[in-house]
């Protein structure tokens, strides 16, 4: 589809130097990935594919994002470089990552990923062109941290070469992927994606599509509980997170990981969680009502805890490798 006209920054075409799969060295990875939308985590895909030896091209949607996408790649990969991750010189990484305004660029490779907003109409329209200009035999990810993967295949020729990659943020640090197996994704997807999750040195997760795929549903069970618990007087928020940090080695305390996901977000997931599965998912009128006051968590300033800057007041600094599963569901979104 469509070609943004202006000034693209670098609009590549396939088998240009600047895309250089020959200079690539792709071990259990497609040579060419698409990544659609050079964001937040548009970017760290595309890092993460090309470290791992893909030539990796990026569409934006327009020559600003595109622009501003191929300096995060690039930022994270001088990262990976100055950190002693990759032996590769930046030059040669960086050959390997193209951007473009042009979906037809996507048209050489084996596996594109959607990274775009979290919104039913955009992804559905983006997949449909995405696959307009594929061959029949690419695969179609999506990084979708909530929407259904069926509901988003619907709108496809070629479900079944469809499935949700769902990397976590920030990419570089965390070492989960969960790879969501719709009704009808072929059957020889799984043991290709479990081998380019592993040649991404992460480790996947296999879930049937389902409402919070693996992860939320799990983090948000017992986040829940633990509203309840902090709502009956059993015993302080501090506590609270204390006893699943040191007592079941959780890095993060659920009431602290839900500061930083943001009470908002997390209650957005809830009253689709309990729309779906049922009502142990029923927001705590703790939540609720921390929400209607305002009280979101780090970025508000105040949810379980009071946050100074990035740090919580009475509890120690958070880690950044969480996935801070980004925008609230939306009606037919999935957590
Ligand atoms: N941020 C997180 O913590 C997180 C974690 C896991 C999954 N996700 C999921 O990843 C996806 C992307 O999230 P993000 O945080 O990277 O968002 P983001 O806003 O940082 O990036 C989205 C990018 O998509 C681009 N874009 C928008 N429409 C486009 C189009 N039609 N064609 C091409 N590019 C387009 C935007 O310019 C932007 O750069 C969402 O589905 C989100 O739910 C996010």
């Given at each position: 589809?469509?070609?943004?006209?202006?000034?693209?920054?670098?609009?590549?075409?396939?088998?240009?130097?600047?895309?250089?799969?020959?200079?690539?060295?792709?071990?259990?990875?497609?040579?060419?990935?698409?990544?659609?939308g050079?964001?937040?985590?548009?970017?760290?895909?595309?890092?993460?594919?090309?470290?791992?030896?893909?030539?990796?091209?990026?569409?934006?949607r327009?020559?600003?994002?595109?622009?501003?996408?191929?300096?995060?790649?690039?930022?994270?990969?001088?990262?990976?470089?100055?950190?002693?991750?990759?032996?590769?010189?930046?030059?040669?990484?960086?050959?390997?990552?193209?951007?473009?305004?042009?979906?037809?660029?996507?048209?050489?490779?084996?596996?594109?990923?959607e990274a775009v907003p979290e919104d039913l109409d955009l992804k559905r329209q983006a997949l449909?062109?995405?696959?307009?200009?594929?061959?029949?035999?690419?695969?179609?990810?999506t990084?979708t941290s909530s929407l259904?993967?069926?509901a988003l295949?619907?709108a496809?020729?070629?479900?079944?070469?469809?499935?949700?990659?769902?990397?976590?943020?920030?990419?570089?640090?965390?070492?989960?992927?969960?790879?969501?197996?719709?009704?009808?994704?072929?059957?020889?997807?799984?043991?290709?994606?479990?081998?380019?999750?592993?040649?991404?040195?992460?480790?996947?997760?296999?879930?049937?599509?389902?409402?919070?795929?693996?992860?939320?549903?799990?983090?948000?069970?017992?986040?829940?509980?633990?509203?309840?618990?902090?709502?009956?007087?059993?015993?302080?928020?501090?506590?609270?997170?204390?006893?699943?940090?040191?007592?079941?080695?959780?890095?993060?305390?659920?009431?602290?990981?839900?500061?930083?996901?943001?009470?908002?977000?997390?209650?957005?997931?809830?009253?689709?969680?309990?729309?779906?599965?049922?009502?142990?998912?029923?927001?705590?009128?703790?939540?609720?009502?921390?929400?209607?006051?305002?009280?979101?968590?780090?970025?508000?300033?105040?949810?379980?805890?009071?946050?100074?800057?990035?740090?919580?007041?009475?509890?120690?600094?958070?880690?950044?490798?969480?996935?801070?599963?980004p925008a609230a569901p939306v009606k037919g979104e999935?957590?």
């Open positions: 589809m469509s070609t943004v006209p202006g000034k693209a920054p670098r609009t590549v075409l396939p088998d240009t130097p600047e895309h250089d799969v020959e200079a690539s060295r792709v071990e259990g990875v497609p040579a060419r990935v698409g990544v659609l050079g964001g937040r985590m548009g970017a760290g895909i595309a890092h993460a594919f090309c470290l791992a030896g893909s030539a990796v091209v990026v569409v934006e327009d020559d600003d994002a595109a622009e501003a996408g191929l300096a995060r790649v690039t930022q994270a990969l001088a990262r990976s470089v100055d950190r002693g991750t990759t032996a590769e010189p930046l030059a040669d990484l960086a050959r390997r990552v193209a951007v473009s305004t042009d979906y037809a660029s996507f048209s050489p490779c084996g596996l594109v990923v449909r062109a995405v696959e307009d200009v594929l061959d029949d035999g690419a695969w179609v990810a990084n259904s993967v069926d295949a619907d496809l020729q070629r479900p079944d070469r469809f499935f949700g990659l769902h990397f976590f943020n920030p990419v570089p640090a965390s070492t989960l992927i969960e790879v969501v197996l719709g009704a009808r994704t072929a059957a020889d997807l799984e043991a290709a994606a479990r081998s380019w999750v592993g040649a991404l040195g992460k480790t996947p997760v296999v879930v049937r599509d389902s409402p919070g795929f693996a992860s939320s549903r799990l983090g948000v069970a017992i986040a829940l509980e633990a509203m309840r618990m902090l709502e009956e007087g059993v015993a302080s928020a501090e506590d609270i997170d204390a006893a699943m940090v040191l007592g079941y080695k959780h890095p993060v305390g659920p009431l602290r990981t839900t500061d930083i996901v943001g009470l908002d977000v997390r209650l957005g997931i809830a009253e689709y969680l309990a729309s779906t599965l049922g009502p142990r998912f029923t927001p705590p009128a703790i939540l609720r009502e921390k929400v209607a006051r305002g009280d979101l968590g780090r970025k508000s300033g105040r949810g379980f805890f009071t946050w100074d800057d990035a740090a919580p007041s009475s509890a120690p600094r958070p880690r950044p490798d969480l996935d801070t599963s999935r957590t």
